[in-house]
């Protein structure tokens, strides 16, 4: 953030970029996951309000995580995406559910096999 030297402002973009992510304590939950973040402070809370803290003072590039964001608004947008996220999350988010499913669709198939089999019978 220096003015003495030419710079791209790749960090303070990244720091800004994260603060865009990181809303509470479950975005820094996620991102710890997934592996992008590593919580050396303590809680989750904490790492979220220094975030949030931080970003006021920062200066960034505005194009230079545009490509990410484009990326990430694209795939939030995908129809198929939103639907297979909203059925997961409303019939399938416990596992015994979506086992449940899975029996129901296999006693369908055997089922109708079993009817198939019942009218065209082998001679």
Known sequence: ???????????????CF???????????RELSNAGILHNGLGTDGE???LFNKMNTSLVPSP?????VKWQIHNHCKNMWIN?????YHTYFSIRWTFLAFVG????????????????????
Request: aromatic share 14%.
């Open 1 to 15: 953030m220096c003015p003495d030297f030419d710079n791209d402002f790749t960090v303070t973009s990244y720091m």
């Open 18 to 28: 994260l603060d865009s992510l990181i809303d509470g304590a479950e975005d820094v």
């Open 47 to 49: 790492v979220a309000k």
């Open 63 to 67: 194009m230079i995580y545009s490509g």
């Open 83 to 87: 639907y297979a996220a909203k059925a």
């Open 104 to 123: 129901a669709i296999a006693s369908l198939f055997l089922s109708a096999l079993q009817t198939y089999y019942t009218i065209h019978q082998p001679k």
